[in-house]
């Protein structure tokens, strides 16, 4: 039994701590193990061209299958990696792993595409983030035009000197940068002219709602697309997941789109299956150790 300093402290914490306290202390807790036990990995989301018949890129989501607590969702592991400083080491591991599986793709001589990697705003703030990316993209032979970088609006503006700092080193090295979730945080729209960032990605929320008898919805939506265009940006609709919805994206002049509808996030090996349709089974994938010499 753990003893508290004073007199009533243990019966306080035990008290107070709810479970929803405990499952954060374990995921804090849990981040470095976990990284050290191979229970991070990734899946892909394809990105389509508005048409919906080509696949232009991917994005990168991580992924934590936890021994007791089971598959984490990020959008709960995130958060605390970011508030323990972790995140550092868990970015710079979902890049190193992006850059292993695009280089074992192109080694087993197989088509591959750009991937989109997040960053968290605690990474935009650490000196070293581009010096980072730079090394582990040349250690991997990673050409520069099949990495990029999603950024959310929030992150961007909540301290847009800095963001614009790195924004000019990751654009001056070659990496598109995108905006994502816009529409959720608070734009600056001097502050997006001049990132300069080659894409927008439209949050899902507007997406939801999204359909032919929801003219409010088509308006906003329009409203974001003239805006990206008219700063010379692309955009990505995000969380599509209805054909009407694609259809109006399509009327509307969007550039890409991205969701359960035409792809969902799916394993390495499967996005590379799809981005190489002639790959059969007897020329199976190589894992990197059965790679000769
Ligand atoms: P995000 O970057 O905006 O990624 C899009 C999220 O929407 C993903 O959730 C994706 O699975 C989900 N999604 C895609 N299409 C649809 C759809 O049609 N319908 C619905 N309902 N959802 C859809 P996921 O993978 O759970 O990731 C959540 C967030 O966690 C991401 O949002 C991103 O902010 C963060 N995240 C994921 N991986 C990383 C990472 O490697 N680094 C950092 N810093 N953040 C990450
Ligand atoms: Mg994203
Ligand atoms: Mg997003
Ligand atoms: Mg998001």
């Not at 080659?198 to 308006?219: G, W």
Request: charged residues 20%; negative net charge; glycine residues 6%.
């Amino acid at each position: 039994v753990v003893k508290g300093n004073g007199r009533n402290n243990f019966r306080f914490f035990e008290t107070s701590m709810n479970a929803a306290t405990l499952r954060t202390i374990s995921i804090q807790q849990g981040l470095r193990a976990g990284m050290e036990h191979d229970q991070f990995f990734l899946h892909y989301q394809p990105k389509f061209d508005c048409s919906g018949a080509s696949i232009v890129g991917a994005e990168a989501l991580l992924r934590w299958r936890h021994p007791e607590l089971g598959l984490i969702s990020p959008a709960e592991f995130i958060p605390v990696a970011e508030k323990s400083g972790q995140i550092l080491a868990l970015g710079q591991w979902v890049l190193e792993q992006v850059c292993r599986e695009m280089r074992a793709w192109q080694d087993a001589g197989r088509s591959v595409a750009p991937i989109a990697v997040n960053l968290s705003q605690i990474q935009l703030r650490s000196p070293g983030l581009v010096e980072d990316i730079l090394a582990t993209k040349r250690r991997h032979g990673i050409a520069p035009d099949l990495l990029m970088f999603e950024i959310t609006e929030s992150a961007a503006m909540e301290n847009a000197d800095e963001t614009r700092k790195t924004v000019d080193r990751l654009k001056a090295a070659g990496f598109a940068l995108a905006i994502d979730d816009f529409g959720t945080g608070y734009s600056s729209l001097s502050h997006l002219q001049e990132f300069g960032v080659q894409q927008m990605k439209v949050d899902r929320a507007f997406i939801r709602t999204l359909a032919e008898e929801n003219p409010q919805a088509r308006s906003i939506v329009t409203a974001i697309i003239r805006l990206a265009h008219a700063l010379e940006m692309e955009v990505v609709a995000e969380g599509v997941e209805t054909p009407e919805q694609l259809r109006l994206l399509q009327e509307l002049q969007c550039d890409q789109t991205q969701g359960y509808l035409l792809g969902r996030p799916m394993s390495g090996d499967d996005f590379s299956r799809l981005l190489n349709p002639d790959v059969t089974a007897s020329t199976a994938f190589p894992t990197v150790a059965a790679l000769p010499a």
